[in-house]
């Protein structure tokens, strides 16, 4: 019991930062021969291109942290506390948690 907790406290933590860096070795793999062949001529190209990788970006983190908040709550709401566990699940919550705050608080602010 111990040992799941511990490790759905270290996902929970670890998952936003393994996505981004997945989405953009993810990006750099695909995208390259765009990147090298776009020309001056094409700026509008290369805006899109740009939006569309970061609308890539963020739609993945933003799944990667709800993801990481539910395993977060999964290892604080097993039964048998550990000091070590809660640390972790508490670390989880909060990379998890502010994004996805700061986003909504951006979703609102923009809606007005």
């Given at each position: ?10 996902l ?36 899109f ?64």
């Amino acid at each position: 019991m111990f040992r799941s907790r511990l490790i759905f406290a270290l996902l929970s933590a670890i998952l936003p930062f393994a996505a981004v860096v997945g989405v953009l070795g993810y990006q750099f793999l695909v995208n390259a021969d765009f990147w090298k062949t776009v020309t001056p001529d094409e700026p509008m190209a290369s805006v899109f291109m740009g939006l569309w990788e970061l609308t890539q970006l963020l739609t993945v983190t933003a799944i990667a942290c709800l993801v990481g908040l539910v395993l977060a709550g999964f290892s604080l709401s097993l039964s048998g506390r550990k000091r070590i566990v809660s640390v972790f699940a508490y670390v989880g919550l909060l990379v998890n948690g502010l994004p996805l705050l700061l986003g909504l608080g951006v979703l609102v602010a923009a809606s007005r």
